[in-house]
């Protein structure tokens, strides 16, 4: 798998690290020189100078043969013209990284609802802990092929969950309304924006990312 990033922060190297270990092929765009020569001794993976907002430098990431697009640098303005500019020279999928809350709604606006937003996940992981709660055992309970599948629901997804005919090996768990977290019960009518979690084997992957799109993840 190939992967961009477009900055040259702590998360974004962080993830390459990783992502290198587990050879996927990975690049990362930052306009400081001095940082990716420091990255170049100790990183195996392809480094780009340049402003990450400006499309010929992203065309020079081969958007089409990219998987991902992460627009991770410290500024959620610069992340999320990034972003815009990923999409439409046709990266497959684009990750915005937000700080502030006001930029998260302005991203949906904009249709950019693939969203990263650290400080609000280390704040619930912190808070999570303090009352006891392993965060880590919802995946840890997904064992050999069981998978999560997120998707948000679209206008046409709206009413009853047994009409969304999902492939075999694939149900609703659960929703978010609005921040509120709602169990699917058989009479759950759904509403556009929601975003539905289901638990279903890998092999749906593919068809469920075919229907929902951008708009789906793992």
């Known amino acids: 798998m190939r992967v961009v990033f477009v900055g040259a922060s702590a998360l974004a190297v962080a993830a390459a690290r990783t992502l290198v270990a587990r050879r996927h092929e990975v690049v990362i765009v930052d306009r400081d020189r001095e940082t990716l020569a420091t990255l170049s001794d100790s990183l195996d993976c392809g480094l780009l100078q340049g402003d990450g907002t400006r499309p010929a430098v992203l065309r020079e990431a081969d958007p089409k043969g990219t998987e991902f697009l992460f627009c991770l640098t410290g500024s959620d303005q610069v992340n999320l013209i990034a972003s815009l500019v990923g999409r439409s020279l046709g ?15 302005i991203a949906i606006e904009l249709g950019l609802e693939d969203t990263v937003i650290p400080a609000r996940a280390i704040g619930r992981y912190i808070a999570d802990r303090v009352e ?5 055992e919802f995946s840890a309970a997904l064992k050999g092929d069981a998978r999560a599948f997120v998707f948000v629901a679209r206008p046409e997804d709206e009413g009853e969950v047994a009409a969304l005919e999902l492939p ?3 149900r609703p768990s659960h929703l978010y309304r609005n921040g ?8 759950t009518k759904l509403e556009a924006g929601d975003e539905v979690v289901i638990i279903t084997h890998r092999r749906n992957f593919d068809e469920l990312l075919a229907r929902w799109g951008d708009r789906g993840t793992g």
Request: charged share 40%; aromatic share 10%; no cysteine.
């Open 168 to 170: 075999d090996q694939a």
């Open 180 to 187: 509120k977290f709602l169990l699917i019960e058989a009479d």
């Open 132 to 136: 006891g709660i392993d965060v880590l």
């Open 91 to 105: 990266f497959r999928r684009v990750v915005t990284r937000i700080e502030d809350p006001e930029f998260e709604h």
